[in-house]
């Protein structure tokens, strides 16, 4: 009987271990930003900041309890980190219309 009421409590006590924040999709979306290249684009840089700040921010709402506003701030950072990657993605196509904006030009001009 001693044995059951050891058992039971270590389980009881396991179920109310506190779970960590998931944050695997937000750190995945910033790495996407990251390898789009938003570190060199102002708008996305400055997107994946504010990514990173938040992602900060709800580790530290959700340490303190507040678990529905650190999974908020979560939403905030990961939808920021791919404003940045789609922003980063944005500036390259525009380079790569515009190169070929102007290899028409000169094709067109040498006729």
Request: net charge negative.
């Amino acid at each position: 009987m001693h044995r059951s009421i050891l058992l039971f409590c270590a389980l009881a006590a396991a179920g109310c271990a506190k779970k960590e924040l998931t944050t695997d999709s937000t750190t995945t979306a910033q790495r996407s930003a990251e390898t789009a290249g938003a570190q060199d684009v102002p708008q996305a840089a400055l997107a994946l900041q504010l990514s990173k700040e938040n992602l900060a921010r709800a580790q530290e709402l959700y340490d303190d309890g507040d678990e529905d506003e650190a999974k908020s701030m979560l939403m905030r950072a990961e939808a920021d980190a791919e404003l940045a990657a789609v922003l980063a993605k944005a500036e390259d196509e525009k380079t790569m219309a515009t190169t070929a904006m102007e290899e028409v030009r000169k094709v067109q001009s040498a006729h």
